[in-house]
């Protein structure tokens, strides 16, 4: 059976719409779309054992506005502080690292 072209333009946005779909499962249904604090804790999570520093995250303190947005961070991205509280991170970074950051002001007394 041929198909003439008002049945192409019929037929193409489904087929337009199953496309978007299997991008969309592909890319695992995430929105690609992240906060800077978050591509700052992503950023830390991918450098190796060998290699990271307690100061890997000091952009993320800068850039991570409020603590509920630093706990979503971590969750998103746990490894960046390999198991350790975030918490209690945090208020050591602000307390001795070289930020003074709005983050800070919510976890300092």
Same mark, same amino acid.
């Given at each position: 059976?041929?198909?003439?072209?008002?049945?192409?333009?019929?037929?193409?946005?489904?087929?337009?719409?199953?496309?978007?779909?299997?991008?969309?499962?592909?890319?695992?249904?995430?929105?690609?779309?992240?906060?800077?604090?978050?591509?700052?804790?992503?950023?830390? /999570? %991918?450098? +190796?054992?060998?290699?990271?520093? #307690?100061?890997?995250?000091? *952009?993320?303190?800068?850039?991570? =506005?409020?603590?509920?947005?630093?706990?979503?961070?971590?969750?998103?991205?746990? /490894? %960046?502080? +390999?198991?350790?509280?975030?918490? #209690?991170?945090?208020?050591? *970074?602000?307390?001795?690292?070289? =930020?003074?950051?709005?983050?800070?002001?919510?976890?300092?007394?």
């Amino acid at each position: 059976m041929m198909l003439g072209k008002r049945h192409l333009f019929t037929i193409a946005p489904g087929f337009l719409l199953l496309a978007l779909i299997s991008l969309a499962i592909a890319c695992g249904g995430e929105s690609v779309s992240e906060t800077v604090c978050e591509q700052e804790f992503r950023k830390a /999570a %991918a450098i +190796d054992d060998m290699n990271d520093t #307690v100061t890997d995250l000091d *952009r993320a303190v800068r850039f991570c =506005t409020t603590l509920d947005e630093w706990v979503a961070a971590n969750i998103k991205h746990p /490894a %960046a502080l +390999d198991g350790a509280s975030p918490l #209690v991170y945090l208020q050591n *970074r602000c307390r001795y690292g070289p =930020t003074q950051a709005q983050v800070c002001k919510e976890v300092l007394p």
